[in-house]
């Protein structure tokens, strides 16, 4: 199965539709509720809820996820082809899409009106399913930037600086603003010195660079000066960026309470500082992209 632990804990939900053709003379019948079988919609929604509680043991990549929600309804259709229109929808909190416990519920609501149908109709088909709407996860990534965000990196390392150790922090965090279409147009490397910080900082703030990520500096050593730096120019915090980060992190590793990252911004630009380990960086992002985008938004005046 695929691994989804780094995917974030969000809102998902999905809406699916089925529909099964019958004659006329079935739809009489059912409005009658004069079915062999007894009631049609109450099994027919019962079995699709069953349906959907065990979409992981029929489809072998799918993860077990928590239905939190789900309501099924049917309506019937006259006209040309009489039939039965199977509406469903569902949310969950979850890692992972819940789209195919949806399309199984409505497939298996389905599958339960044949049965049921199937002594008095001859002519029954099943078609027209198909995901109608999901929300969450991936598929919600475009509703945080309009146009791809200007991104800057600053490797804040003594060793690093002096040749003395190959940066691979901030290459990995380049590839992940990359990955969401972020335009990462600045690459800088200095020593953990806070003038030095504070000089290059503002420099891009002055360029107007929408989003800067300092790598480095965050831990409790001697020589961790970053987030002094970035704390001490910051016009604003945004304590709940690092919160969700050290949340995200501490799920993974215990040592993630260590770290003394900030987030705020100065003018219009925001600036995250980033632990310097690439698994720290990589965490810390993973908390809190693509949805980090949305502070340009607010910061230039257009709220949440």
């Known amino acids: 199965m695929r691994d989804i632990t780094s995917k974030q804990i969000t809102l998902r939900t999905a809406t699916a539709v089925a529909v099964i053709y019958c004659t006329a003379e079935t739809v009489e019948l059912i409005r009658k509720n004069e079915l062999p079988k007894g009631n049609l919609f109450d099994v ?3 079995a699709g809820f069953l349906g959907a509680k065990l979409t992981p043991q029929l489809l072998p990549h799918c993860h077990p996820v928590t239905i939190d929600g789900m309501d099924i309804s049917f309506e019937i259709n006259d006209g040309e082809r009489p039939g039965i229109t199977i509406s469903g929808n569902a949310k969950s909190i979850g890692r992972t899409g819940i789209e195919m416990e949806m399309l ?4 298996v609501a389905a ?3 044949y049965d049921m149908l199937k002594p008095v109709d001859t002519t029954l088909e099943i078609g027209g399913i198909k995901l109608l709407n999901k929300t969450g996860g991936k598929s919600d990534r475009k509703k945080y930037f309009s146009t791809p965000p200007i991104c800057a990196i600053l490797v804040c390392s003594d060793s690093t600086a002096a040749g003395k150790r190959e940066d691979n922090s901030g290459v990995m965090i380049r590839q992940m603003l990359e990955k969401v279409n972020a335009n990462v147009i600045a690459y800088e ?3 953990d010195d806070k003038a030095l910080i504070q000089k290059q900082l503002l420099k891009w703030v002055a360029e107007d660079v929408h989003f800067i990520f300092t790598t480095g500096g965050t831990g409790l050593g001697p020589r961790d000066n970053t987030v002094s730096a970035v704390s001490e120019i910051l016009e604003r915090d945004a304590d709940g960026i ?9 799920m993974r590793t215990p040592m993630a309470m260590m770290s003394r990252a900030v987030a705020g911004s100065i003018s219009h630009t925001l600036i995250l500082t980033l632990p310097g380990s690439t698994d720290g960086a990589k965490e810390s992002l993973e908390a809190v992209l693509p949805g980090l985008f949305h ?3 607010m910061m230039k005046g257009g709220g949440h």
Do not use: W
């Open 189 to 191: 490397i200095v020593p």
């Open 104 to 107: 199984t519920a409505v497939s």
């Open 295 to 297: 502070a340009r938004k």
């Open 44 to 46: 027919a929604r019962a």
């Open 111 to 113: 599958l339960e009106i």
């Open 242 to 250: 690092t919160e969700a980060m050290r949340n995200y992190g501490q």
